[in-house]
């Protein structure tokens, strides 16, 4: 078992930056990327950007060249640095974990409201 808790949600204007934070405990030995997906009122939840155990990052093509995902390995602790948040960045950003148990479990966080204001 995994457990992820999110911080630093909140109200953000429109070409500013904010910094989410997602902790992660448990069983921790074998995770095989970690994340955040987002979803806005009535759309589907999108993954926003992954980090391996590698350190190689991914991201969706309408955050690319703004948001920046990082992990503190010691710490068992992602990163989402937002910058020139936009209006459509506004949503309920889940934080995840990919774990190889006796077969590949998803774990989520309970998720952090982000709102950009124009």
């Known amino acids: 078992q995994v457990q992820l808790v999110e911080s630093g949600g909140g109200l953000v204007q429109a070409g500013g930056s904010l910094r989410l934070s997602c902790a992660a405990s448990?069983?921790?030995?074998?995770?095989?990327?970690m994340g955040w997906h987002r979803q806005a009122p009535g759309k589907e939840r999108e993954l926003v950007a992954l980090?391996?155990?590698?350190?190689?990052?991914n991201y969706a093509d309408s955050v690319k060249g703004r948001f920046i995902i990082s992990r503190d390995g010691a710490k068992h602790t992602v990163y989402l640095q937002m910058n020139n948040v936009k209006p459509e960045d506004t949503a309920v950003y889940y934080c995840?974990?990919?774990?190889?148990?006796?077969?590949?479990?998803?774990?989520w966080g309970q998720g952090t409201q982000v709102t950009v204001s124009s």
């Open positions: 448990g069983r921790l030995v074998n995770i095989i990327d």
């Open positions: 995840y974990a990919r774990v190889s148990e006796f077969r590949i479990n998803t774990y």
């Open positions: 980090i391996t155990r590698d350190d190689t990052s």
